[in-house]
């Protein structure tokens, strides 16, 4: 099977990557793609009692990590990140006074007026909730967690004491949380998504910045961590933590990945215009290997070294994402920790949305390996569907996922092929003649290191006949 992957003149030949005589192929995150939906997941929440009584007291628990930094934090690389502990729980705190001290923050929320009314509201509801809603509930329940945490740690003597008016104050939690707890009926008595949307932009979200903007807040946290490290930890404990929180949940659901982006067919003009430079860029033709079923290409981490078969996936082009149910799709903890920090609760009860998980199960018995199957292939199903305006691309893809190698650092993620995987190079209609012999002579000095005769040059040019772009062989001898 044949591969295309177009290329601009800069990644193939400029100083900074060099991506021919290196023989490398860039793996690219989500964020780095042209569509700004690639990687969007239709997540939505709906689970029992349980599962959303541990998703607060997650997200209790990273807001106190973030609180506390450094001093806490199970990985300082993340940290410095921004990352939360969302691959961690409150059982992985790394002394007994670092637990006994989250039980008491998480004492302190859950006593909180009506969050326990919160909790059953939203596992009562039979709907699916999506990230705009529970990004609302968040946004305006967050600034009572927080002088909650600060009380909690002026309780343990970790900061003194305030003769300040505490910030929240029992009428506004009240207020707030008979707000959240309407707005979950009149939501749940909506009868479309659209409708929900559009009365959540309407509602006049409480000015809950300025409230965090208390100086007593700011100056008892600020005594928590180190001067350098609280500034930069500022913006997501007073402002943004809602929704850091809520896309950091994502981690849970799959690996983070990368991609390296091929086309079937070389013919559309669209896809040279955008992916090789307006067409003065060149299209690189690879020879897939067959493995087992699929086809891939056999990609190294060094020149020659560590060797990795990677499967090809195709794209599949839908009118909408596939839903992901999160509260059933937590896949990337160990069974235990998945039990103990999402679906039991204190005394032992488990959840229903882990009825198709063995937890209990040896981590290779035949019940464990059907479900992880089940569960990666619904992760690849998520991140290999783009919308039907992308379908004339025609793209397959290799993906490059996190796992035992870490690939957050882009220089990781340029793998080199094999040069005999590389089997010819069309250049584009406006293409340079002294682009064009730059590659010709990178590729002819490979072609006699290696003995190889059978590498084709070909030129791009527009088919009145077809109506769209084909090729012609460049004879150089």
């Known amino acids: 099977m044949k591969l295309y992957r177009f290329r601009s003149m800069d990644y193939l030949l400029g100083d900074e990557y060099q991506e021919l005589e290196k023989q490398t192929i860039y793996f690219a995150s989500p964020d780095q793609l042209n569509d700004p939906m690639e990687g969007f997941r239709d997540i939505v929440w709906r689970g029992d009692k349980i599962v959303w009584t541990n998703f607060f007291k997650n997200y209790v628990l990273c807001l106190h990590v973030r609180c506390l930094g450094p001093e806490i934090t199970l990985s300082s690389k993340e940290f410095e990140q921004g990352r939360l502990p969302i691959l961690y729980g409150w059982n992985h705190l790394p002394t007994p006074d670092a637990r006994r001290l989250f039980n008491d923050v998480w004492d302190r929320f859950s006593s909180l007026p009506y969050i326990p009314e919160i909790i059953e509201a939203l596992s009562n509801s039979n709907r699916p909730i999506r990230y705009i809603e529970l990004k609302f509930y968040l946004q305006m329940i967050h600034p009572f967690f927080l002088p909650e945490i600060i009380d909690t740690y002026i309780a343990h003597g970790r900061i003194p004491e305030s003769q300040e008016t505490p910030l929240a104050e029992e009428l506004s939690v009240r207020r707030i ?183 209990d199960g040896d981590i290779d018995s035949d019940e464990m390996v059907d479900w992880r199957e089940r569960h990666w292939s619904s992760f690849y199903r998520d991140i290999t569907v783009k919308t039907k305006d992308w379908e004339y691309e025609q793209e397959c893809r290799l993906i490059l996922e996190d796992g035992l190698r870490q690939f957050d650092d882009e220089k990781d993620r340029a793998l080199t092929y094999d040069f005999n995987s590389l089997t010819g190079v069309i250049f584009g209609l406006k293409t340079s003649d002294e682009q064009k012999l730059k590659i010709i002579d990178i590729i002819q000095r490979k072609c006699a290191q290696k003995n190889r005769t059978d590498f084709k040059f070909y030129q791009a040019y527009y088919s009145p006949e077809t109506g769209d772009i084909r090729k012609y062989e460049i004879q150089l001898a």
């Open 177 to 359: 949380c008979e707000t959240i707890l309407k707005s979950i009926k009149t939501f749940d008595e909506a009868r479309t998504e659209d409708k929900i949307n559009i009365a959540l932009q309407q509602i006049a979200v409480i000015d809950y910045r300025n409230r965090l903007q208390s100086q007593r807040f700011i100056q008892q946290h600020k005594q928590l961590i180190p001067s350098e490290e609280y500034w930069n930890n500022r913006q997501i404990v007073f402002v943004d933590f809602p929704m850091v929180y809520l896309k950091e949940l994502e981690r849970l659901l799959g690996p983070q990945w990368y991609t390296a982006c091929f086309m079937k067919y070389y013919y559309n003009s669209s896809v040279w215009g955008h992916y090789a430079d307006n067409h003065k860029g060149a299209c690189l033709i690879f020879a897939s290997k067959t493995m087992g079923d699929s086809n891939g290409l056999e990609l190294f981490y060094e020149t020659g070294k560590n060797a990795r078969a990677i499967r090809l996936s195709e794209i599949r082009y839908a009118d909408k994402p596939d839903e992901v149910d999160f509260f059933r799709s937590i896949g990337r903890l160990t069974g235990k920790d998945a039990k103990e920090h999402w679906y039991t609760d204190e005394v032992g009860n488990s959840s229903e949305c882990a009825s198709h998980i063995p937890l």
